[in-house]
């Protein structure tokens, strides 16, 4: 156990430990608040995005710059005036600047700056304009909430750890992959499908291989976590906790107890697990997409690509001529190309769950990471005294700083 108590570390370090790891949700709050906590952090963002949104009324391609112009003062005007009354309402000065996120404060972000547009009979900007503003809402909620940007941070330095390794699995997976994926290329029929698929039919075809991948991933996630988050005992915590910031927390004598990771949490933990392989596969399905580009470019001529995709014309976006061979690099070509791929990374997603020599090897990489951040988790929330054995923890009398909620807060922004 641990045995210096003498000084404390502060848990504010410890939290911004949580979240440079990735693991934000890990830090213990007095309320569930963490939406409204997390379009509070982004209110400068938020008052720009108001007043853009009520500019959605003006029409540009058909009205004239004056016109354009006296719509923007009163669509300015009327943003300005709904603010007033909402200060009013709340007693609050007129121009009092938010300070908290609230229901009345979404509500108009949400719906007022549509107003100007139903004023000016533009109901499909309206309903746009409610629309970017819900996305833009649950965009800043899981950018901020989930740490998405430490955990980019995170996941790019373990990246270059990673890809030593991928050069066996590589190996192993991509001969079969490419016997089968370059009879495909060659298929008339593929050509005919997806050459020809454009817009969002296209889009959804390709997200549907990226969801299937990351379906699988996920439906990996659990068992990975329940195998990282078994300890021994209090001592085996105690080893974990040596190099962090929870060094100097005392923890509890006895049989350990299990201390049950949020929803949440546990989401912030298969991110950091999907995380650590989204760059291996992101790089294999661009390199497979590449060498597709260029066997098509040199292979695939602009008569076979006709005879293929049954189209009258083909859109070249270059052309080349290679020892009296003319070369077209075409839209056809890119759109199959594109799909192979994406089905390619579909495939590496699941030979990267299934292999086990990888995930030996992916579990002796991102693992001790992982275990590290949940020993570091059961030392602060004993330290808090929210975890089921804090009252048997081995502590001398002094106190052991409490972090408030402005601090969650801040080290979540």
Request: avoid cysteine; hydrophobic fraction near 50%.
């Amino acid at each position: 156990m641990s045995d210096d108590h003498s000084a404390q570390p502060d848990l504010r370090a410890i939290e911004f430990w949580f979240v440079e790891r990735g693991v934000p949700h890990f830090v213990e709050r007095k309320t569930d608040g963490s939406a409204l906590d997390a379009w509070t952090r982004a209110l400068p963002l938020l008052v720009v995005a108001y007043l853009l949104q009520g500019l959605n009324a003006l029409n540009l391609a058909e009205w004239s710059f004056e016109r354009n112009l006296s719509v923007a003062v009163a669509v300015i005007t009327m943003l300005l005036a709904a603010w007033v009354l909402s200060n009013r309402l709340r007693g609050v000065p007129a121009f009092a600047r938010p300070t908290d996120i609230d229901a009345p404060e979404l509500a108009l972000f949400l719906f007022v700056p549509a107003v100007p547009a139903l004023l000016f009979e533009q109901t499909g900007d309206a309903i746009q304009s409610v629309l970017s503003a819900a996305v833009l809402l649950a965009a800043i909620y899981i950018w901020s909430s989930y740490g998405l940007g430490p955990l980019t941070r995170w996941g790019l330095r373990r990246g270059r750890n990673q890809l030593t390794g991928l050069g066996s699995l590589v190996a192993r997976a991509l001969p079969l992959l490419l016997l089968f994926n370059t009879f495909l290329f060659i298929n008339a029929e593929v050509w005919e499908m997806a050459g020809t698929l454009n817009g969002w039919a296209y889009v959804v075809v390709i997200l549907t291989f990226a969801s299937l991948g990351v379906t699988f991933a996920l439906s990996r996630v659990p068992g990975v976590i329940r195998a990282m988050r078994s300890f021994e005992s209090w001592s085996d915590i105690d080893e974990h906790l040596q190099g962090t910031p929870a060094a100097g927390l005392a923890t509890p004598t006895g049989e350990l107890v299990e201390d049950r990771l949020r929803l949440r949490q546990r989401f912030n933990i298969g991110l950091i697990v999907l995380f650590g392989q989204a760059l291996q596969i992101t790089l294999v399905t661009v390199a497979l997409t590449g060498f597709f580009i260029g066997f098509g470019f040199f292979a695939i001529t602009e008569t076979t690509t006709l005879g293929w995709t049954r189209l009258d014309e083909v859109h070249a976006l270059t052309d080349w001529s290679f020892g009296g061979r003319p070369l077209i690099l075409s839209e056809p070509l890119l759109r199959v190309s594109v799909f192979l791929g994406s089905f390619s990374g579909m495939y590496f997603t699941v030979v990267l769950t299934t292999d086990d020599t990888y995930r030996t090897e992916f579990a002796d990489d991102v693992g001790p990471e992982v275990r590290e951040a949940l020993a570091v988790r059961s030392a602060y929330r004993v330290a808090r005294g929210t975890h089921p054995q804090s009252a048997l923890a081995t502590a001398t009398p002094t106190p052991v700083p409490r972090a408030s909620n402005d601090a969650a807060e801040e080290v979540q922004a």
